[in-house]
């Protein structure tokens, strides 16, 4: 008889969630989980209504606002951060109760960003196949799931039949290998990564993070890594479930219990890729040479390692980069060989779905310790859940916050796009994964790094390398 | 849905790469009631200067690009959020169809379900006749574009550029159809499906919510 063929860990999630294959590449697959917050997943109810068409499978959606609730501690109640956004939450709400779906709304313990509380909650698992109207989704992929992100129609597909009609996309397998420096976190090692691919690179694939450094992180930071796929272009990016994966899971709210985990279990352990099965493409980065990475422009591409100097335009590959490093500087008012370290923040920005966890909170507060924000720096900490809020506060971290200058915030998706009003024409070092033009308000000039490369910024008043601050 | 099959059109040159659907259309364009109105906020922050007046260098505020309905774009556009704003904007404003060496995933599945067909060409011709373009070396600066045959065609010169699309998204945008309904068509097939797939994995079937479904109430 013959060995089954050796398959990847997507390969096995595809196909076991193939219900036809309609030919030419395309099939019609089960979607297990639809999560719908309240900037698209708003739009999407609206429209499936308007179709007059009802959901499907109402017990797999889940309805989550955090996009345009202002996080401002002060704000009592909390609601929308502008009158329409009362609006579109106050619509969303409305939506979610007539379709009969779960809404994790406001005034609930657990609610939060959709990318941190749907592994919080056990929403998310391994194998799932996870769609949301937000590109984050792929963040799933930290705990095993394959998450991708969806526009509005497909949305209101999904809503309507749970299941999607989607292209076979390829596998890319990019290795980390190594012990990661002092210093160095996730973050750094997607951002690294994509300063060395590029940011289309991945277009077209499904990324597989693999290697003793993915292995080595902790859920939380396996999260980050994968959130960051769809800034190198990859619709989804995942760590195949182990045992790091199972500990998290187990407990969760939407998690399952009893013997039903057990069979869960003894099915996820299935999942992973088989040895000897084959990527489309492979890349490998040396963990053990990384350093804490910054951007300097407003492509996630454009990233050195925080000791270094911009890069001059003239040493780009082709025109065309060339001129998108031109544009860049222009925009982010910064002069090519200019040291990183000598850029002078406005803001120091710690939250968002790829940087706001526990963890992530943990280590910037145990940099802040004993330490003050730089005069002039205004630094706010937004956590990623109302659950990572209480869990931080248990531990007094939002008084290390507090005291360092921060402000501490409610839990939301905060200032990661738009601003909220609130950042314009201001440089900002921020833990969030888009540094695009005016993303965080207009003429904002954003620098991505690491939860804990911003807090040492805050302090210092200017980007700053944590390995030269300690002490 | 809107179908597509052909069109001549002004063409509208913007080769930089990565353009990223933030900029097609800022998040704060996004927060609505209605998706009408979408286009309002198409390159926002590009078309209007700092006073809020039009910029007169952005390529769409000039003749005869104000006009435009094809837009030949750098690499990677659409890039970033999944915003399927940012289609809808374009097609708002009059784009009904897109060319470029690659986009974004997400973005170019959002195109076809909003009347917009797009065009992957080589890089070096997108190059070649975004610069003609932009040099006023086409005549009316036009373009023709066929799904029907997958061609881009130069009007009057003997250049013709054949293009692929994805065969089931390509017919849902020829003929306009519901893609729910074609889904449903499956409903068989589908039930089947969860037949055994509950049994496989029931886990990843959660119980209906405790609350019962309600009317919304206004």
Known sequence: MNQPRARTFFEKVWDEHVIADLGDG????????????DVTGGVVMRELRDAGRKSDSPAQVFGII????????????????????????????????????????VPDPRQGITHVIAPELGIALPGL?????????????????????????????????????????????????????????????????????????GSGYAVEFSGSAVRALPVEARLTLCNMAVEFSAKYGFVPPDELTYAYLREREYAPQGAAWDQALAYWRTLPTDAGARFDAEVEVDATSLQPQVTWGTSPQHVIPVSGRIPAPEDCVDAATRALAQRALAYQQLAPGTRMQDIAIDVAYIGTCTNARLSDLRLAAGFLRGRKVAAGVTAICVPGSSTVKRQAEAEGLHEVFINAGFEWHNAGCGMCGSGRGRLQDVRVISSSNRNFENRQGQRTRTHLASPLTVAASAVAGRIADVRQMDN | ?????????????????????????????????????????????????????????????????????ILVAGANFGCGSSREAAPRA????????????????????NCFRNGIVPVRLAPDIVESIGTRLLQGRLAGCELSISLETGE???????????????????????????????????????????????????????????????????
């Open chain 1, 129 to 201: 196949t996870i769609v949301c109207g937000d590109s984050h989704t792929c963040t799933l992929g930290g705990i095993g799931a394959v998450g991708w992100g969806i526009g509005t129609s497909e949305g209101t597909h999904v809503l309507a039949t749970q299941t999607l009609v989607e292209t076979r996309p390829k596998t890319m397998r990019v290795r980390f290998d190594g012990a990661l420096p002092p210093g160095v976190s996730a973050k750094d090692m997607i951002l690294a990564l994509i300063g060395r691919i590029g940011a289309a690179a």
């Open chain 1, 26 to 37: 395309a099939f019609l697959l089960q979607v297990d989980r639809l999560l719908l917050h």
């Open chain 1, 66 to 105: 955090d996009h345009l609730l202002t996080t401002l501690p002060q704000a009592a109640p909390r609601d929308g951060w502008s009158p329409v956004a009362v609006q579109v939450i106050s619509e969303t709400r409305h939506a979610s109760q007539a379709l009969g779906i779960r809404l994790i709304d």
């Open chain 2, 90 to 109: 374009l097609r708002q404003r009059g784009f009904r169809a897109l060319i470029a060496p690659s986009f974004g995933d997400i973005f170019y599945n």
């Open chain 2, 1 to 69: 849905m809107e179908s597509f099959t052909r069109l001549t059109g002004v063409a509208a040159p913007m080769l930089r790469p990565n353009i990223d659907t933030d900029q097609i259309i800022p998040t704060r364009f996004l927060a609505r009631l209605s998706e009408d109105g979408l286009g309002e906020g198409l390159f926002a922050e590009w078309r209007t200067q700092a006073d809020g007046t039009p910029d007169p260098d952005f390529i769409l505020n000039r003749a005869p690009w104000d006009r435009a309905q």
């Open chain 2, 152 to 218: 881009v065609h130069i009007p009057g010169s003997g250049e013709t550029f054949g293009f692929g699309t994805p065969p089931l998204l390509r017919r849902m945008l020829l003929e306009g159809l519901d893609e729910i309904e074609l889904t449903l068509a499956h409903a068989g097939a589908i039930a089947s499906f969860r037949r055994s797939d509950r049994q496989r994995r029931p886990w990843a079937y959660l119980q209906d919510p405790s609350f019962p479904p309600k009317e919304a109430t206004p």
